[in-house]
């Protein structure tokens, strides 16, 4: 739980792609102040270079200034898209480990979550400003959760799984979006936990593309060191004529044939308007049963 001293600040920083609409920027600052945080952006329009919110160098020197800020408590991505891996070989990431802070966003955001944890420290896959608090309806869940997530030290999700199987286990929560994981795997900003609840999602792959990632993570000998797999939203793919049958479903019977660890989906989480927040690093339980799933986790952020 972060210290309620009086308004919690929470800083915006664009670490990735440039927002596509600036003119809701200002919707989404008055929202999070709505929540009852103190905003600060860093965040500047004019700054855009590219597809990126401002060059490599602007978007390291947010990330920093934001670390450094004693009125900020949570830092917050503005959006993902593609841009974190340019900025690993920049950043002080024991600057940011070190500062106390709470950083949160999903997506291109998990090389940042694998930093902190390769540090020891938690973080919170969750909302980023666009376009979870800059829709015209926001989704109450997921503002709900991420409130919630940070003013406790404990948190549950809830959700209905296809699973069968009834699984109670105990771990290590990690993960994040599965291209980005298998990204990291083999360079110095991969962070492993083993005997943990590993969760994943995507957007845009195909099936196959799917099992080419998770197999990479197979191969590696990472998904059977797990307690439990949990998968969120994998959506916005098209199948072809020729994919003949072979369908997500189809992928993920293959996949568990290989590997001796509970495949479990439903998770509220991903490129989805209803999304859960999650602690990275947080000590959870994973309990399903009868289709009903509940994630239960225990943190100190």
């Known amino acids: 739980m972060l210290e309620q001293s009086t308004q919690t600040g929470i800083a915006i920083i664009a ?41 490599d160098a602007e978007r390291v ?9 004693p009125d900020v408590q949570i ?7 593609y841009g974190m891996s340019r900025l690993m070989p920049l950043i002080n990431f024991d600057l940011l480990a070190n500062s106390g802070k ?17 540090r020891g420290r938690m973080s919170v896959a969750g909302p980023m400003l666009c376009d979870d608090y800059i829709r015209e309806q926001p989704v109450e869940y997921t503002l709900q959760q991420f409130k919630s997530c940070v003013s406790n030290s404990t948190h549950v999700v809830e959700f209905e799984t296809g699973t069968d199987q009834e699984v109670l286990v105990q771990g290590k929560l990690w993960g ?16 492993e936990v083993q005997d943990g609840i590993l969760f994943l999602e995507d957007i845009g792959e195909h099936p196959y593309r799917i099992e080419r990632m998770l197999l990479q993570l197979h191969f590696a000998g990472v998904l059977n060191k797990q307690k439990a797999i949990v998968l969120g939203n994998f959506s916005a793919y098209k199948l072809a004529v020729h994919d ?3 369908d997500f479903n189809a992928m993920l019977a293959y996949i ?24 990275v690093g947080s000590d959870a339980q994973l309990k399903v049963v009868a289709g009903q799933a509940s994630l239960h986790m225990h943190y100190t952020l």
């Open 176 to 191: 994040g979006n599965l291209a980005m994981l298998t990204h990291a795997i083999g360079t110095p900003y991969w962070s």
């Open 256 to 279: 568990g044939s290989l590997i001796g660890v509970p495949l479990i989906t439903g998770l509220p989480f991903g490129h989805v308007s209803t999304r859960a927040s999650l602690v």
């Open 244 to 246: 003949n049958g072979y």
């Open 75 to 81: 830092v917050m991505a503005l959006r993902g898209s």
């Open 102 to 118: 709470c950083f949160v966003g999903y997506s291109d955001f998990t090389l940042l979550h694998l930093a902190m944890l390769q």
């Open 61 to 69: 020197r947010q990330i920093h200034e934001a670390a450094h800020n």
């Open 15 to 55: 670490p990735s792609g440039a927002p596509l609409d600036d003119s809701l920027i200002g919707r989404g600052l008055q929202r999070l102040a709505g929540q009852g945080f103190k905003v600060h952006s860093y965040y500047e329009a004019d700054a855009k270079f590219q597809r990126f919110g401002a060059t």
